[in-house]
């Protein structure tokens, strides 16, 4: 089932607690808001994430939880290091002031926080039941849009099904005009009847939309075809309009007609919605 690039999801297993949402992106971007003490999983956390997602922006965060167990080392040699120099330094400036624990302090790297003992399990159920609740979400919106292109769908066939009714009568009425006109241009010169029918049919030709006509359907057809795979088709329709913009911008040049434009106009603007939908799709 096509999915929305656009979802929400969390899960909680144990101490973890897990929240991811995804968003619109030609790409699958993955940013995640992880503690300290998971970075040794960033990696691992991705590749699971791939394997669900394909496409779209994908946000985890992962609130800290209370760790009992936390212990926070002193690097004693170094502080003493660090109290020697101060030492030192002061002396040699000729300085009053005393080397109290307060400087010590501010040395941030005298600290380590001694890694705690991560239920990686727990974290992993969490991460998993998210992403189920992240696809459920993106589904569900995928098929909201789905409907929406596959009635936009239907309307595009129903305005190129009037184009083709008013095809006979533009080009009837065309090869009309075109001999008047060529006839009225050569005035009384003498020209052989068969011969000007002939060259009228050739600049009729030029103007006749069957072909477009024709790739028009087989694109909508494949289009269709597409949208009810269990792909990812994004890119794919949108490939797929710009070859059908493509039949019905030439459709619009070559038919001087009137309720034939007005129907390409409408076409038209049903492209640009669908566009804008599948734009949110993965």
């Known amino acids: ?121 727990d974290f992993y159920k969490a991460l998993e039941a998210a992403l189920v609740e992240l696809t459920k979400t993106r589904i569900e919106e995928g098929k909201n849009l789905i409907q929406d292109i596959s009635e936009r769908i239907e309307l595009i066939r129903k305005y190129i099904s009037d184009i083709e009714e008013k095809r006979d009568e533009f080009t009837s009425l065309a090869r009309e005009r075109l001999y008047d006109r060529l006839k009225e241009f050569l005035g009384d010169i003498q020209v052989d009847e068969t011969r000007l029918v002939q060259e009228t049919a050739i600049l009729i030709e030029r103007t006749d939309i069957t072909e ?40 619009g040049s070559k038919a001087q007609h009137f309720e034939i434009a007005s129907n390409v106009v409408e076409v038209k603007h049903e492209l640009e919605k669908i566009r804008e939908q599948i734009q949110n799709l993965q």
Do not use: C, W
């Not at 309009?241 to 459709?251: A, D, H, K, S, V």
């Open 1 to 121: 089932m096509p999915q929305s690039m656009t979802g929400y999801g969390k899960g909680s297993a144990g101490n973890f607690r897990v929240e991811i949402r995804s968003s619109n992106h030609k790409n699958l971007d993955i940013h995640i808001n992880i503690p300290y003490y998971l970075f040794s999983y960033e990696t691992e956390i991705k590749n699971i994430i791939k394997k669900t997602v394909e496409r779209g922006r994908v946000e985890l965060f992962v609130p800290k939880q209370e760790m009992d167990n936390i212990k926070l080392k002193v690097n004693k040699s170094l502080a003493r290091e660090y109290y020697n120099a101060f030492v030192l330094l002061r002396d040699e400036l000729s300085l009053s002031d005393n080397i109290g624990i307060d400087i010590l302090a501010s040395q941030r790297d005298l600290f380590v926080l001694d890694e705690p003992e991560v239920a990686v399990t």
């Open 212 to 251: 477009e006509l024709v790739r028009l359907k087989s694109h909508l057809k494949h289009f269709s075809d597409v949208i009810t795979s269990n792909d990812s088709v994004g890119k794919k329709l949108d490939f797929i309009i710009q070859e059908l913009r493509r039949e019905i911008n030439t459709i």
